[in-house]
């Protein structure tokens, strides 16, 4: 079965303080997403990764920075968290193309609470 | 530039009955595909149903079908005979031609099954 794994479910931390997402996908797939999740705003794109060493930024990825060292692994991270980045954060992961129709597999979140 | 709009943030359907949900899109381009994605409570996100802008026909998986109008922009949901485990949050995706990255999500309708 397809699977992607986000490191942390719930994460608690401070002002300030530098925090690690990490994904893991065991598919082979070429591309890789951060979303982020909050409510009324639907899933908005913070990095694309479409190979390993590559990324684009999305629709807000101010205050984000990702890292691909690895076809399987692709993190998020927060340099200095704060207040409104109190959020849930999606990991997803796809082929390249259309030819496997599309689709984004996607891990369980990390749910993100900045004090 | 391409949205997606979901106009019913939540409904609420009885156990056995039939529920559709709307959403529409605004693009330019001719060829794309359109996707339902379903958020169960605390579970990962999953792929519902696809359909590609070239086929004519609507795309249909088990009880999940959906009325692909394309001049008018809209791809509603039908969910027939409702059953508690479709409770979820459902996400309508437009996904942009030759462009692994452009994703666009609606807002997202709860869905709640009433037994």
């Known amino acids: ?115 | 530039a391409q949205t997606v709009t979901q106009s019913q943030p939540e409904m609420s359907v009885q156990e056995a009955e039939t529920v559709t949900l709307s959403c529409t899109y605004d693009t330019s381009e001719s060829d794309y595909y359109l996707f339902w994605y379903k958020q169960p409570p605390s579970r990962q996100m999953i792929l519902v149903i696809r359909q590609e802008a070239y086929k004519q026909q609507n795309a249909t998986e088990n009880r999940f079908s959906v009325n692909f109008q394309k001049a008018a922009k809209s791809f509603s949901l039908k969910i027939s005979d409702s059953q508690l485990g479709d409770a979820a949050m459902y996400f309508c995706a437009y996904r942009a031609p030759n462009r692994d990255d452009k994703i666009i999500f609606g807002k997202g309708t709860r869905l709640h099954i009433l037994p």
């Open chain 1, 1 to 115: 079965d397809v699977k992607v794994t986000q490191s942390s479910r719930y994460l608690v931390k401070r002002t300030g303080e530098k925090v690690f997402l990490e994904c893991v996908q065991d598919m082979d797939h070429e591309n890789m997403f951060w979303y982020r999740q909050d409510p009324g705003l639907g899933l908005r794109l913070i990095y694309f990764s479409y190979d390993v060493k590559m990324k684009e930024k999305g629709d807000i990825p101010e205050g984000y920075s990702v890292s691909r060292e690895k076809k399987e692994r692709f993190s998020l991270i927060l340099e200095s968290a704060s207040t409104n980045q109190t959020s849930m954060y999606l990991c997803a992961s796809s082929l390249t193309g259309m030819n496997h129709g599309g689709e984004l597999f996607f891990g369980e979140g990390s749910r993100l609470t900045v004090l």
